[in-house]
Every structure is written in structure tokens, then in C-alpha cells.
């Protein structure tokens, strides 16, 4: 069962990942944070910010398929890889600076997710 919901689980965590990495994009080019109608109107032009959008739709309705069709207990867990990628992301495209103990961090993760795969 592990074989058929990894490739899946994988796939919908990217599409989280990149939706927040999509955000963070739009939301930097967007300005300084407002409640005004030109804030959220300069958001509604913003490929990066409508892209966001488009990796949330798709990642929630492979998450509608898999919670269907997988066991709960199995396929919750599998969404913190996104954690995983994240990290990544951060590195790739912000150019941040990861510490040693979020790196510790990200093996627990992972160490949990090969558990529950078991």
C-alpha cells in the first residue's frame, strides 16, 4: 500500500511547497501589507499569487483522492515531507541560511514518516 501512496503523498506535498513558496513570492512583490482594496486588488494580478492558488486547488483535491482511498493514520503524516521540502525551498529560493538543529528536525521527520510507512 506504501508503493501506490508515496508517489502520491510526494506529489501533493510539492504542490503545498510550491504553493507557499508561490505565496511568499507574491507576497513580496505585492508592498507592505494593507487591509485596502489596492493591497488585495495588486494580489489578484500577481501570477506568483494566482499560481499559489492553483497549487492549493490541485494539492487539495489529490488530498480529497488520497485520504479516500488510503488510511487516515497512514496518509496525515505523509503531508509533513512538505515540511521537508520547505526547507529546501527555503534554501534554493530564498537563499536562507538553514541551522544544524532544524536539520536535526527535518530527520526526525523523516525518520517518523519511514515508521508510519511500515
Known amino acids: 500500500m506504501i508503493l501506490k501512496l508515496l508517489p502520491i503523498s510526494l506529489l501533493q ?8 513558496v508561490l505565496m511568499k513570492m507574491g507576497l513580496t512583490k505585492a508592498g507592505d501589507f494593507s487591509w485596502t482594496w489596492q493591497y488585495f486588488g495588486r ?11 492553483l497549487c492549493y486547488g490541485a494539492g487539495s483535491i489529490l488530498w480529497m483522492y488520497i485520504i479516500k482511498h488510503f488510511p487516515f493514520s497512514m496518509a496525515y503524516p ?34 517518523g514518516c519511514v515508521l508510519i510507512a511500515k
Open 13 to 20: 506535498c510539492m504542490l503545498l511547497s510550491g504553493g507557499q
Open 43 to 53: 494580489l489578484l494580478i500577481n501570477w506568483q499569487f494566482i499560481c499559489c492558488g
Open 78 to 111: 505523509m503531508v509533513s515531507i512538505s515540511y521537508v521540502m520547505g526547507m529546501f525551498a527555503a534554501i534554493i529560493f530564498f537563499h536562507e541560511h538553514i541551522p544544524l538543529i532544524r536539520w536535526v528536525g527535518v530527520f526526525l521527520i523523516l525518520t
